[in-house]
């Protein structure tokens, strides 16, 4: 991630901010419990991210940076700065977070077929 774009935005991380990627499993809602289990980014977990979720989830969420996930990039006019998941372009004002960004990804540590989380991590 580029640091000084992020804090030009007005996003602050730590060094290695610790984000979920992808929808996640279930209706949207995820952003009080990532909050809880100590992500630094907040998502609202949809497939597809619209203003409501978006909203929910800033509000579950009002201390920590916010990602989206979306198709249209029209649902972000004017919404605060935003980490957009995106392979496409994102609007001024926005960061984009694609497929083609350097990230480390956590495993599974009990999946025989995939490296030690703490020698990834090391």
């Not at 804090?7 to 990532?34: C, K, T, Y």
């Not at 579950?60 to 006019?77: E, I, M, Q, R, S």
């Amino acid at each position: 991630m580029r640091r000084d774009e992020l804090a030009a935005l007005g996003i602050q991380l730590p060094v290695l901010p610790a984000i979920a990627l992808g929808p996640l499993p279930g209706p949207p809602g995820w952003a009080a419990r990532l909050a809880r289990i100590g992500l630094d980014v907040a998502a609202s977990g949809a497939a597809e991210d619209t203003a409501e979720t978006l909203a929910a989830a800033r509000a579950a969420a009002p201390h920590l940076p916010l990602k989206a996930l979306v198709a249209d990039a029209g649902v972000l006019d004017g919404a605060p700065p935003l980490i957009v998941e995106t392979a496409g372009d994102v609007p001024a004002g926005h960061y984009r977070l694609g497929p083609d960004e350097d990230v480390v990804a956590a495993v599974d540590g009990a999946d025989p077929g995939v490296e030690d989380p703490n020698e990834v991590a090391r």
